[in-house]
């Protein structure tokens, strides 16, 4: 089966870096998207990694090892309004996004 | 401003009810997907349409079907509801699989 694991939350303080794990198992590799979330929005696009290594954009950089099955998004300077959950999702063989559960960030002032 | 709409926004239904939500995508985009999305959990794909095609499903029972129009826009029918089907639904629209923009959601709750 297909399968996506995050961390179902995590907390940290404004101002600092945190770091959200996602990996997986799934039939085929067509790149790995990360999505932020508010609660009672619809998710909107952050990053997508096809190939190997690190994506920077502003304050958020996205990782990926392809041979490990394993993702991370790095989140830094913290702000209060970071807080949501951050969803990991892979292109499968079939071109069909598998989604992870997602992982809640709350951010302490 | 994605340009993704879906309607209606909120819709409440009784059990074993018919619902059709609607979805339009963003211009240029030949891909609709739909996903259900309950409380604290992650999008669960629901079916793709590519081209007026079904391109994917779920796991989802045939309770669940869809279409897509020339127009490239979309509906979700749900025959005999159940009290699980409450849940938020969320339209997404692409080429293909890539960088899916999200409609607002059609938020169902079944009683």
């Known amino acids: 089966g297909q399968n996506i694991d995050q961390p179902t939350e995590m907390t940290a303080t404004e101002g600092a870096i945190v770091q959200i794990n996602c990996t997986y198992q799934?039939?085929?590799?067509?790149?790995l998207f990360w999505y932020q979330q508010h609660a009672g929005e619809a998710p909107t696009f952050l990053s997508y990694?096809?190939l190997d290594g690190l994506e920077e954009k502003g304050r958020f950089s996205s990782f990926l090892s392809r041979s490990k099955g394993y993702s991370y998004l790095l989140l830094k300077e913290l702000q209060m309004k970071d807080s949501a959950s951050y969803l990991c999702?892979?292109?499968?063989?079939?071109?069909?996004?598998?989604w992870g559960a997602g992982t809640k960030l709350i951010i302490k002032p | 401003e994605t340009g993704v709409t879906q309607s209606p926004t909120h819709l409440i239904k009784t059990r074993g009810q018919q619902v059709t939500l609607r979805c339009s995508s963003q211009?240029?985009?030949?891909?609709v997907s739909w996903y259900q999305q309950a409380l604290g959990q992650g999008p669960q794909f629901i079916f793709q349409?590519?081209?007026?095609?079904?391109?994917g499903r779920g796991n989802f029972p045939p309770r669940f079907s869809g279409l897509q129009f020339p127009n490239y826009s979309s509906e979700l029918n749900v025959n005999a509801l159940e009290l699980d089907d409450s849940a938020l639904y969320l339209c997404?629209?692409?080429?293909?699989?890539?960088?899916?923009?999200f409609g607002p959601g059609t938020r169902l709750t079944v009683t």
């Open positions: 999702a892979v292109v499968d063989s079939n071109y069909q996004l598998i």
């Open positions: 997404a629209s692409s080429c293909l699989a890539y960088e899916q923009y």
């Open positions: 799934t039939s085929g590799f067509n790149g």
């Open positions: 211009s240029g985009h030949n891909t």
């Open positions: 990694n096809v």
């Open positions: 349409y590519y081209r007026e095609e079904e391109n």
